[in-house]
């Protein structure tokens, strides 16, 4: 299920929006919990935790300072373990 979340920040991705963010959150939140559509008495809670992690994901996207690469650069991946 997780394996399917993208990276949201460059070099990995040029453009990230809201539902971006949000689909990240809701499969975050389906791992957590174990469940894929919550049950009726639990969706409030349910969806108040993908509000919060869309919240906290817009948050660090915009903080977060990349250091050392240029957002043009695209990532290689790594031949070592």
Do not use: W
Not at 17 to 27: I, K, Y
Not at 33 to 61: C, I, K, Q, Y
């Amino acid at each position: 299920m997780c394996r399917s979340i993208k990276t949201l920040r460059p070099p990995f991705t040029e453009e990230v929006g809201p539902d971006d963010m949000r689909a990240a959150a809701l499969q975050y939140v389906r791992k957590v919990v174990g469940m894929r559509t919550p049950a009726p008495h639990n969706a409030a809670a349910f969806d108040a935790a993908v509000d919060a992690v869309t919240e906290a994901t817009e948050a660090l996207l915009r903080d977060v300072v990349v250091r050392g690469r240029q957002a043009s650069t695209a990532r290689t991946p790594s031949t070592t373990p």
